[in-house]
């Protein structure tokens, strides 16, 4: 069987958890390939809420696998959080049963964490994302697999705590890591997940070649991208379809289907630019009917109308093979809709994002006016839904409006939208016949 793969096509939180955690029912394994605990999947289970920053969607699916990959930055004290919720609702302990660390990830240490907490410029969401990676790239990161070898090299930890502690020093935060402290980290983690590092990407590979499905889930989204996305406003890992099969170390010639996930409207937290930002009463209407709210650090998103310019981009560069549309719920209640056609950047028409953020922040959207749709209570959406689905109807079940700007936003992209999120119940999706 081929690899699918779940992406985000916008600024993150698209609504991935809800895809990934139905198409993880039919799932041998959910891996993911980048990113870290800055990601946040929220996934309702009837009145149980979810929130897993770090653990694949596939948790739900008893016989699932699940892998965190060795492009994956990964917050060892996170994690034994997040387990810790998964077994007072599950009564499950995954790790090294069925849930496995790559030996190749990286650690993303106490000081991480204490270093990005010191960010301003760029928004990040705090949780050493950025400095585990640059520790990563200057080649002084801790992978899983060298955890038992650090941890008994005195040298090491002496050096390393003091690299650690002049780093904090200077860049303003109180604080400073003891070759002691750095130890009992490690000596942690190797107590705690020892038996979970693992050579994910061997066992994928095998678990390939023997037929299994495996699902390859991505966080954050394609604007977010550090090389595509909207530099320097941006996360640090390469969250597009290229690597996801490198970030969880196969080939890429397994991916199958690739999933683009895209909001019915546009949100972003943190900063840098967003063309389509609705400042006005629009705008709080998707954030309150959204809960637009992060799922990682709290803070309101940002909110604007769908812009056709950003899934252009991401379609270039990840090849959906298929998108589903999530939250179009939320936009019931606003008489007329808007969908970004382009940008004007000092009256020049733009069909693509300009390059440079100081040009992205000036551009003034070009919109297509579109008639709205009524707001539907919640349980007259998840009877649509049923009906659509179980009789055959698809999208003609929608209202007017919403079909149509479903079916105006399939036709602009060139690519199908294979299902509707009307709500968040894993119920309310509308797949089209
Ligand atoms: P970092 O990934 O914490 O370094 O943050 C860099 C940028 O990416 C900031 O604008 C964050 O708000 C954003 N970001 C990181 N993870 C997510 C996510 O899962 N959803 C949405 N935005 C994210």
Request: a negative charge; glycine letters at 12%; charged letters at 25%.
């Amino acid at each position: 069987m081929p690899a699918s793969v779940v992406l985000g096509a916008q600024w993150g939180d698209e609504g991935k958890g809800k895809l990934v955690d139905q198409l993880a029912q039919e799932s041998n394994w959910v891996a993911r390939f980048q990113g870290g605990n800055n990601a946040g999947h929220t996934i309702v289970l009837g009145d149980q809420v979810l929130k897993l920053h770090q653990l694949p969607s596939g948790l739900t699916n008893p016989d699932c696998q699940l892998v965190l990959g060795a492009g994956m930055v990964i917050d060892p004290w996170v994690l034994e959080e997040e387990l810790n919720k998964w077994k007072e609702s599950s009564g499950e302990s995954p790790e090294g049963k069925r849930l496995w660390i790559s030996e190749r990830a990286h650690v993303n240490l106490p000081f991480h964490r204490l270093y990005d907490g010191a960010d301003v410029k760029i928004g990040t969401t705090g949780r050493g994302i950025g400095p585990t990676y640059r520790d990563k790239i200057e080649r002084v990161g801790v992978r899983f697999c060298d955890i038992e070898h650090r941890r008994t090299d005195d040298e090491w930890l002496q050096e390393n705590a003091g690299r650690m502690t002049s780093q904090l020093t200077a860049h303003g935060v109180s604080g400073s890591i003891s070759a002691s402290d750095l130890k009992e980290s490690l000596d942690w983690v190797a107590a705690r997940f020892g038996n979970a590092i693992k050579p994910t990407g061997l066992m994928l590979d095998l678990a390939l070649r023997q037929g299994e499905n495996v699902l390859l889930e991505g966080a954050q989204g394609c604007l977010l991208d550090i090389d595509h996305g909207t530099y320097p406003f941006v996360t640090s890992s390469v969250t597009s379809r290229a690597n996801a099969t490198h970030g969880v170390g196969i080939h890429p010639g397994h991916i199958g289907e690739v999933y683009g996930v895209v909001k019915a409207y546009t949100t972003r937290v943190g900063h840098g630019p967003f063309p389509g930002e609705l400042f006005d009463d629009v705008g709080a209407y998707m954030g309150k009917m959204g809960h637009e709210f992060g799922t990682t650090t709290g803070r309101p998103r940002r909110c604007g109308w769908l812009d056709l310019v950003v899934l252009r981009h991401a379609q270039r560069l990840n090849g959906f093979t298929q998108l589903t549309l999530t939250k179009l719920d939320v936009l019931g209640g606003l008489d007329e809709l808007e969908i970004v056609v382009g940008y004007d950047l000092d009256g020049q028409f733009l069909s693509e994002m300009p390059v440079c953020s100081e040009d992205m922040a000036k551009v003034k959207i070009v919109t297509e006016k579109v008639p709205g749709f009524p707001h539907i209570e919640m349980d007259e959406w998840l009877e649509m839904a049923r009906d659509a689905n179980e009789n055959g109807k698809g999208y003609s079940a929608l209202p007017d409006g919403a079909r149509e700007y479903v079916e105006k936003v399939e036709a602009m992209l060139g690519v199908p939208i294979s299902s509707v999120g009307v709500g968040p119940d894993r119920e309310a999706t509308i797949y089209k016949v």
